[in-house]
């Protein structure tokens, strides 16, 4: 089972979540690449998110107690892998991909004027010789 969950809070519920996401209606075919996935096999939370995850750390979180927690980082591959052959990430392309990266990096440029940088100092240039 893989179900797409958007944040830690998703699972404040404890296991009572999975039995949630298993009544839930199919995810739809992907079309941008996921933000994190919880796959709960043998009593085990594999996660995965791209984002900072806060109170991760805490684990188990309340209602979790005998569970573990396989936490991969933003590392997806490791959930490409859970997933069904019939169930593919996206792969968008990379020309679309950096587009949308340099225009969210455009987006972030500040709006003062940069301070002009501060002159270095000259070398000290040697007195002349009085010989």
């Known amino acids: 089972m893989g179900q797409r969950l958007g944040s830690l809070e998703n699972l404040a519920g404890g296991p009572a ?3 949630l996401l298993a009544e839930a ?3 739809p075919a992907l ?3 996921p933000s994190g996935g919880v ?7 594999s ?9 991760i750390h805490h684990w188990p979180l309340p209602g979790w107690e005998g569970w573990s ?7 997806h591959t490791h959930q ?9 990430l996206p792969q ?10 340099a225009d969210g990096l455009g987006a972030r440029r500040p709006t003062t004027p940069r301070c002009s940088p501060v002159p270095r100092p000259r070398p000290a240039r040697k007195a002349p010789s009085p010989w």
């Not at 996660?47 to 109170?55: E, H, I, K, N, S």
């Open 31 to 33: 079309t941008d690449m």
């Open 39 to 45: 796959h709960p096999p043998a009593r085990t939370v």
């Open 69 to 75: 927690l396989d936490f991969h980082g933003e590392d």
């Open 17 to 19: 979540v999975i039995d």
């Open 47 to 55: 996660l995965w998110v791209v984002q900072t995850v806060a109170g």
């Open 92 to 101: 968008p392309s990379l020309a679309a991909a950096l587009r949308k990266l």
């Open 80 to 88: 490409a892998g859970l997933l069904p052959a019939d169930f593919p």
């Open 25 to 27: 209606p199919p995810t």
